[in-house]
């Protein structure tokens, strides 16, 4: 074989490789490379039974030439049959060297196609894995959003419960004020009163002082009604 898709046979080969070798047989059913050693060599033997006892001067050629011939021709059919078995291995050989190539293509083609297909599952593969690490950064960002939230509802329930604190310290803040305002009330009320008591009771002073400084005659009737 010279190269892929061309053959070349050579008989010479076929044939060393053949001869000899037991279990090759041509159509006669004598092995290559023993060619009329067996039928060949019978049958000049069964001539030479022939002329046995006979002197050698009454010997019949006939016999022998007759043989012989028979040989040749043995021989002719013998080369022919190996040229024609020859002929049909190297055929064989063609076929077979014919159906390893065609299996050489379809094995590089099925070779081919199983790199197509492992690159696509490596493509496949490539892609899964991108749409995983895409779903664990998803599934990172649904957990940072979550806490986010979980802090945002602590710290909303946080100010809640502080504004309901600042709540009620201004209600207390503001009932002290309106306490602080009636007593500021009380304190003004009770003030007036002082300065109406200390009003009279300056007027008070002062008319002893004037009864202290008149004779007795004026008091007595300062003291007496105007009209009995």
């Known amino acids: 074989m010279a190269g892929k898709g061309t053959i070349n046979v050579d008989n010479a080969t076929i044939k ?4 000899g070798k037991a279990g090759f047989k041509n159509a006669n059913n004598v092995p290559h490379g023993d060619v009329g050693s067996s039928d060949t060599t019978d049958t000049a033997m069964s001539n030479n039974d022939n002329i046995d006892g006979a002197s050698p001067d009454n010997r019949d050629t006939s016999n ?7 040989q040749v021709e043995d021989e002719d059919e013998s080369h022919l049959s190996d040229r024609m078995y020859i002929a049909q291995l190297k055929n064989t050989i063609q076929d077979v060297c014919q159906s390893y190539l065609k299996l050489e293509d379809e094995l590089e083609a099925r070779e081919e196609d199983a790199q197509y297909d492992k690159d696509a599952i490596l493509q496949q593969k490539m892609s899964l894995d991108e749409k995983e690490e895409l779903l664990e ?11 986010l939230l979980k802090d945002k509802d602590d710290e909303t329930a946080k100010l ?10 201004r209600d207390h803040l ?9 007593e500021v009330q009380k304190k003004k009320s009770l003030g007036s009163q002082v300065r109406h008591l ?6 008070v002073e002062i008319s002893k002082h004037e009864e202290s400084q008149e004779a007795p005659g004026q008091k007595r009737r300062r003291m007496l009604p105007d009209k009995i």
Do not use: F, H, P, Y
Request: hydrophobic share 30%; proline share 0%; with cysteine.
């Open 174 to 182: 503001a009932q002290c004020n309106a306490e602080l305002l009636q």
């Open 160 to 169: 809640k419960k502080e504004m309901n604190r600042l709540k009620i310290e």
């Open 64 to 70: 022998v030439r007759g043989s012989t011939e028979g």
């Open 137 to 147: 950064d998803r599934d990172k960002l649904i957990a940072i959003k979550l806490q």
């Open 198 to 203: 200390s009003d009279a009771l300056s007027k």
């Open 16 to 19: 060393e490789s053949t001869e």
